[in-house]
């Protein structure tokens, strides 16, 4: 299994329509990141939590909320989707140890 | 707050020749951290290799070094004897100090190898 697993791979959904990107690690880091990718633009930082009970605004939060339900698991929601976040979306995970980064395989959301 | 930029969108080489991908950044931190990141068609984000700025020796991984220049705010990187498995989007990426802390990134440079 992935050491950063994140569902689903892919996903189409309708413009205002709530959506929720799952992401689990079984790295046992306590930091966890969303970002967006978009062409020409790189990676963009949503949200990261450092812990638990630390969740932090990224670059580009408007629009989107997180849920960090454990160590484990920090998932990503569109409360209302436009079509402006069409995107390949990451998780990633690192610790203070500096034992690296380790990225999930992505989703690729498209609103239509 | 910090920012880096790539200012080659692709880059096309051919097979067993050498390409060098730019990337500058802007920081007024003094500890900090810069990566390059390959991404193929799989989507995956490989670590290809990191420099700690404190470090005056270019890191080297293989076939793939970066000329690191720090009082010019530039860190580019070399791939060698290039292979078709090479051709992937590549990110200049930079972390301030800590460990753990935040990635900040490139907008990418497509590689293209031809045969």
């Known amino acids: 299994d992935a050491d950063v697993t994140q569902t689903p791979r892919n996903r189409i959904t309708k413009t205002g329509k709530r959506i929720m990107l799952e992401c689990s690690q079984t790295?046992?880091?306590?930091?966890m990141y969303w970002y967006r990718q978009d062409p020409g633009l790189g990676l963009r930082l949503i949200y990261y939590?450092?812990?638990?009970?630390?969740?932090n605004k990224g670059e580009i939060s408007d629009g989107y909320s997180v849920s960090r339900q454990a160590q484990a698991k920090f998932s990503l929601s569109l409360e209302s989707a436009i079509p402006n976040q069409t995107a390949l979306y990451f998780c990633?995970?690192?610790?203070?140890?500096?034992?690296?980064?380790?990225f999930g395989s992505g989703t690729r959301l498209t609103v239509v | 707050a910090q920012t880096v930029t790539q200012s080659q969108p692709e880059m096309s080489v051919q097979e067993a020749e050498t390409v060098t991908l730019s990337c500058t950044y802007d920081?007024?931190?003094?500890?900090?951290?810069l990566f390059w990141y390959k991404q193929p068609p799989s989507r995956q984000m490989i670590l290809v290799i990191r420099?700690?700025?404190?470090?005056?020796q270019n890191a080297t991984e293989n076939r793939f070094s970066v000329n690191f220049q720090k009082a010019a705010k530039s860190f580019s990187l070399k791939i060698s004897d290039s292979q078709l498995g090479d051709a992937a989007m590549y990110f200049c990426?930079?972390?301030?100090?800590?460990?753990?802390?935040?990635?900040?990134f490139g907008g990418g440079t497509r590689v293209l190898v031809k045969p």
């Open positions: 790295k046992g880091h306590d930091r």
């Open positions: 939590s450092f812990d638990v009970k630390d969740i």
């Open positions: 990426a930079y972390r301030r100090g800590a460990a753990g802390n935040k990635l900040t």
């Open positions: 420099q700690e700025a404190y470090k005056q």
């Open positions: 920081t007024s931190e003094s500890d900090y951290y």
């Open positions: 990633a995970t690192s610790d203070y140890r500096d034992s690296g980064y380790t």
